[in-house]
């Protein structure tokens, strides 16, 4: 089974993790989680931005409306969903006794997010309907 696989059953299963390495200290768990709660708060703010970029400008063009929008909210969902994956790996990691694992997904996720922005500064000083 690969990694990823076992990765995404372990979503599901989370009492699977005590299967693997020892004990580790209940803090280091407890950090694991605030940190996976960090990112589900980042994911329902991107995917709030992104409602909110489609409720409260109706007079911003429809494509980029919807493309500001699309962006916020995609950018929600893979944070929500790279939140649960980034726990499942970090917390084995540490009952292994291994370093945690890198990610390029916060600099991804920094990428689109300033994207969004520089276009919505554009937007704002361009004006609403472009």
Avoid: K
Avoid at 3 to 29: C, H, K, M
Avoid at 35 to 64: E, H, K, S
Avoid at 83 to 105: T, Y
Avoid at 108 to 118: N, P, T
Wanted: proline content about 4%; some cysteine; charged content about 20%.
């Amino acid at each position: 089974m690969s990694e990823f696989v076992r990765n995404i059953r372990l979503w599901f299963a989370p009492e699977q993790v005590r299967d693997e390495g020892g004990t580790p200290d209940y803090r280091f768990s407890l950090a694991n989680e605030r940190t996976f709660l960090a990112w589900l708060r980042t994911a329902l703010a991107l995917i709030g931005g992104g409602f909110a970029v489609d409720q409260f400008l109706p007079d911003l063009r429809w494509a980029w409306r919807v493309g500001l929008a699309l962006a916020l909210l995609g950018a929600g969902v893979l944070c929500s969903l790279r939140a649960v994956n980034h726990w499942v790996r970090c917390e084995r990691a540490i009952r292994r006794g291994e370093d945690l694992p890198a990610s390029r997904f916060p600099a991804l996720l920094s990428l689109v997010v300033a994207v969004v922005a520089v276009v919505m500064v554009v937007v704002v000083l361009v004006g609403w309907e472009g």
